[in-house]
T-cell receptor
Framework: KNEVEQSPQNLTAQEGEFITINCSYS?????LHWLQQHPGGGIVSLFM???GKKKHGRLIATINIQEKHSSLHITASHPRDSAVYIC???????????FGKGTKLSVKP | DAGVIQSPRHEVTEMGQEVTLRCKPI?????LFWYRQTMMRGLELLIY????????DSGMPEDRFSAKMPNASFSTLKIQPSEPRDSAVYFC?????????????FGPGTRLTVT
């Protein structure tokens, strides 16, 4: 079983819809990251969380440390939100991140 | 800062040839990571360095792959001989220790095609 699981793997939405992507992990962490990758593009960091909730524009990320679960929400989705969203966790004791396999989001106009 | 720099951005080579991918981390960052990304497996960590020393190379697929970091501003990932199954996007990332959350900064990637 992977240490970081994301769901769904693929998601298609209509423009304007509210979107939720989930991430569950099975190890103790000191931080969780949400990353975005546009088709053919590089990987950029959206959020780094260790507790609670963060908001940036139409994107909201939450984390529940006790339940080992995080969600990424997109309000009023737009076709430009179409990308792969990747969850990754940082254990602190190790130098690297552990990645989920990503959620491919397609927002149709 | 220019960010993490990778070269080349695209590489097309024939099976059996040697391939060298290059990475310049962000100045002042003491961790450097090499990843491979494929549709099937997503992002896979190949190897990472701390202060130019390889810390974990358990993700390196086989002896055909090697990585070096001769100094704090340069690293190479070499594949010799290359095979079609090595076709993927290879990312380099760097981070600075002591920042708490492990945030990494990714380069633009090198798209490798082995025919």
């Amino acid at each position: 079983k992977n240490e970081v699981e994301q769901s769904p793997q693929n998601l298609t939405a209509q423009e304007g819809e509210f979107i939720t992507i989930n991430c569950s992990y099975s190890v103790g962490i000191s931080a969780l990251h949400w990353l975005q990758q546009h088709p053919g593009g590089g990987i950029v960091s959206l959020f780094m969380l260790s507790s609670g909730k963060k908001k940036h524009g139409r994107l909201i990320a939450t984390i529940n440390i006790q339940e080992k679960h995080s969600s990424l929400h997109i309000t009023a989705s737009h076709p430009r939100d179409s990308a792969v969203y990747i969850c990754a966790v940082f254990r602190g004791s190790q130098g690297n991140l552990i990645f989920g396999k990503g959620t491919k989001l397609s927002v149709k106009p | 800062d220019a960010g993490v720099i990778q070269s080349p951005r695209h590489e097309v080579t024939e099976m059996g040839q040697e391939v060298t991918l290059r990475c310049k981390p962000i100045s002042g960052h003491d961790y450097l990571f090499w990843y491979r990304q494929t549709m099937m497996r997503g992002l896979e960590l190949l190897i990472y360095f701390n202060n130019n020393v390889p810390i974990d190379d358990s993700g390196m697929p086989e002896d055909r792959f090697s990585a070096k970091m001769p100094n704090a501003s340069f690293s190479t990932l070499k594949i010799q001989p290359s095979e079609p199954r090595d076709s993927a996007v290879y990312f380099c990332a760097s981070r600075k220790s002591g920042t708490g959350g492990g945030e990494q900064y990714f380069g633009p990637g090198t798209r490798l095609t082995v025919t």
